[in-house]
């Protein structure tokens, strides 16, 4: 059975009471049940969120000696500061697609560059927590080869 990971970075604990007219109404726990149930069949889902970075990266590290065949990353905030986290995913290698609710082109300047883009199989932003789902859809094309 394929086993994902879905890492949420920092403030997205607060989805659904922080900037709705950006992120949406939907609350985090609401965003796992829905993964849950919208899962390819026989995928395991595990959930992370963390607000601290170095808890990322250990959270990270743990895939070395616990792997999982895929990893689907918000990155949220480090997605623009984190050369840690960049670091961390590629000492990992594993398949990996980032997810941003919000299209962050669209947004300020300093929004635009990601440090894990290149190193991702796919980048999905600005479809909402939409973007959950299709990066798990992804996940499961590339798993099944
Ligand atoms: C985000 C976009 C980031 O720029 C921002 O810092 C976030 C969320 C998104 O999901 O749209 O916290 O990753």
Redesign the pocket.
């Known amino acids: 059975m394929p086993k994902v990971l879905i890492l949420n ?4 604990n607060l989805l659904g009471r922080r900037e709705s007219d950006i ?1 949406g109404s939907t609350n985090l726990n609401d965003l796992e049940t829905i993964l849950g149930s919208n899962s390819p069949q026989g995928m395991q889902l595990i959930f992370f969120q963390t607000n601290h970075e170095g808890e990322m990266i250990e959270r990270i590290h743990q895939l070395m000696d616990t792997p999982v065949d895929g990893v689907i990353i ?4 480090w ?2 500061t984190s050369l840690a986290i960049r670091d961390a995913l590629i000492a990992v290698s594993i398949p990996l697609v980032e ?4 299209n ?1 082109h669209a ?1 300020e300047a300093f ?1 635009h560059h990601s440090y894990v883009s290149d190193i991702a199989l796919a980048v999905i ?1 600005g479809c909402g927590i939409q973007g959950y789902v299709f990066a798990l859809e992804t996940l499961n094309q590339q798993l099944k080869g």
Do not use: C
Request: no cysteine; charged share 10%; proline share 11%.
């Open positions: 970075g920092p403030n997205l992120y918000n990155p949220a905030a997605t623009h997810v941003h609710i919000s962050i947004r929004r932003a």
